[in-house]
């Protein structure tokens, strides 16, 4: 499955993106997408993610109450809704997918994801 992030930008301190993650290739019903982010000079870490067959999602604690994962299954997208952004939340953000995912408690682990987009980058100023 290919993946392509899209919807990133420069947005001031308490602003709003939508980043959305349209899939295509092999069918992926049940798999899990995945959200990660990467500062510069810091390690990749975990946002968020769907199951797409359940809608069941899981957050970072860094984003609960700010960000919503949702998906368009009719359309193969996901979209991550970032709201109320910090300048911490600057990074590049990408979508992946884990084909056969595992219970909740794994969909964090970035090494169980088989396939990744490009990311999109966004920019929170103070």
């Known amino acids: 499955v290919q993946l392509q992030a899209s919807g990133g930008g420069l947005v001031q301190a308490g602003g709003s993106l939508r980043l959305s993650c349209v899939a295509s290739?092999?069918?992926?019903?049940?798999?899990?997408v995945g959200w990660f982010r990467q500062a510069p000079g810091k390690e990749r870490e975990f946002v968020a993610a769907?199951?797409?067959?359940?809608?069941?999602?899981r957050y970072a604690d860094s984003v609960k109450g700010r960000f919503a994962v949702s998906r368009d299954n009719a359309k193969n997208t996901e979209f991550l809704q970032m709201n109320s952004l910090k300048p911490e939340d600057t990074a590049v953000y990408y979508c992946?997918?884990?084909?056969?995912?595992?219970?909740?408690?794994?969909?964090?682990?970035?090494?169980?994801?088989?396939?990744w987009g490009q990311g999109t980058q966004v920019t929170v100023s103070s």
């Open positions: 769907i199951r797409r067959i359940t809608g069941g999602s």
């Open positions: 290739g092999r069918t992926f019903g049940q798999a899990v």
């Open positions: 992946a997918a884990d084909l056969t995912p595992g219970p909740w408690s794994t969909w964090q682990d970035a090494t169980l994801y088989d396939s």
